[in-house]
């Protein structure tokens, strides 16, 4: 089973704060994502990578960065967090050879309060 | 833009009763893949279901099947026999452009589904 796992399932940081959300992947897969999901907007696309050191933005990149040094590992980075970066964020990954819109798989996620 | 639309933000089924969840989408497209995804609450995203857009034949699986209308542009989920552990939120995705002309998977806005005992 593919597993995707995210470093916390709670974080609260404070307004200003540098804010490091990690996910890994297992299963050697190529894509990774990460999304934001909030009520009534269902998920929002932030960031992706296709391979290491590759990135691409998604809908909603402002305020927000990413980083793969390694393949089964992609970092979310607030730069400066603020209170309207409060979500749900969800990493998800998908499998190598397939395009960049087949299935994903994603991780239990990481709610982040900034206060 | 393109989008992903799901015009039932709630919806609610008798215990062993069949329930259909919405969804249209918009996509430039020829040939691609439709999910139904299933997330419980305080629980991992999982997927449901899959269509190949060419593919004319209703996927299925259990108690899942969709109704897929290509020239719609509608792909519906059906659940038979409804039972207390697939209450969760359903989410419907589709190819499409983002903002920064990127293909990517859009997600739509998630369908509530209640199961009453």
């Known amino acids: 089973d593919v597993k995707v796992t995210q470093s916390s399932r709670y974080l609260v940081k404070r307004t200003g704060e540098k804010v490091f959300l990690e996910c890994v992947q297992d299963m050697d897969h190529e894509n990774m994502f990460w999304y934001r999901q909030d009520p009534g907007l269902g998920l929002r696309l932030i960031y992706f990578?296709?391979?290491?050191?590759?990135?691409e933005k998604g809908d909603i990149p402002e305020g927000y960065s990413v980083s793969r040094e390694k393949k089964e590992r992609f970092s979310l980075i607030l730069e400066s967090a603020s209170t309207n970066q409060t979500s749900m964020y969800l990493c998800?990954?998908?499998?190598?050879?397939?395009?960049?819109?087949?299935?994903?798989?994603f991780g239990p996620g990481t709610r982040l309060t900034v206060t | 833009a393109q989008t992903v639309t799901q015009s039932q933000p709630e919806m609610s089924v008798q215990e062993a009763e069949t329930v259909t969840l919405s969804c249209t989408y918009d996509t430039s497209e020829s040939d691609y893949y439709l999910f139904w995804y299933k997330q419980p609450p305080s629980r991992q995203m999982i997927l449901v279901i899959r269509?190949?857009?060419?593919?004319?034949q209703n996927a299925t699986e259990n108690r899942f099947s969709v109704n897929f209308q290509k020239a719609a542009k509608s792909f519906s989920l059906k659940i038979s026999d409804s039972q207390l552990g697939d209450a969760a939120m359903y989410f419907c995705?589709?190819?499409?452009?983002?903002?920064?002309?990127?293909?990517?998977?859009?997600f739509g806005t998630g369908t509530r589904l209640t199961i009453i005992p």
């Open positions: 269509q190949e857009a060419y593919k004319q």
């Open positions: 998800a990954s998908s499998p190598p050879d397939r395009a960049i819109t087949y299935e994903q798989y």
């Open positions: 990578s296709y391979d290491v050191k590759m990135k």
């Open positions: 995705a589709s190819p499409t452009i983002s903002n920064f002309g990127n293909e990517k998977l859009t």
